[in-house]
């Protein structure tokens, strides 16, 4: 069983910004491609970012791309999501999630078997 913990959400105003953090108790994690999903209220679970396992690789949903970036410390267990110029429409439940198997179209959320229980980002307008 892998555990993932989610922590740093808050409400910040538009323009901030937050870093939001994934731990994971799982030995394996530095082989694990992991990513960041995000709900907000009323709609469906959408896909963020993701990394490779050894960090070299990242991919970014449109809707974020330049304004977020995800790293890992794999010495950590760690996995971050730096979001910088946050909008009202950041607003969502933000996930993390761990491929066991590196399966490919990383931004498909049946292809992650491990997920966090969510934190909590708002951002007032």
């Known amino acids: 069983q892998v555990q993932l913990v989610e922590s740093g959400g808050g409400l910040v105003q538009a323009g901030g910004s937050l870093r939001l953090s994934c731990t994971s108790s799982?030995?394996?994690?530095?082989?694990?491609?992991m990513a960041w999903f995000r709900q907000a209220p009323g709609k469906e679970r959408a896909f963020v970012a993701t990394?490779?396992?050894?960090?070299?690789?990242?991919y970014y949903a449109d809707a974020v791309k330049g304004r977020f970036t995800i790293s890992r410390d794999n010495a950590q267990n760690i996995m971050y999501l730096q979001m910088s110029s946050l909008k009202p429409e950041d607003t969502a439940m933000y996930y993390c999630a761990a491929d066991l198997f590196g399966r490919p179209s990383q931004d498909q959320q049946s292809h992650y078997d491990y997920w966090g229980q969510g934190t909590q980002v708002t951002v007032s307008s």
């Open positions: 990394i490779s396992s050894d960090g070299s690789s990242t």
């Open positions: 799982a030995r394996a994690f530095s082989v694990y491609t």
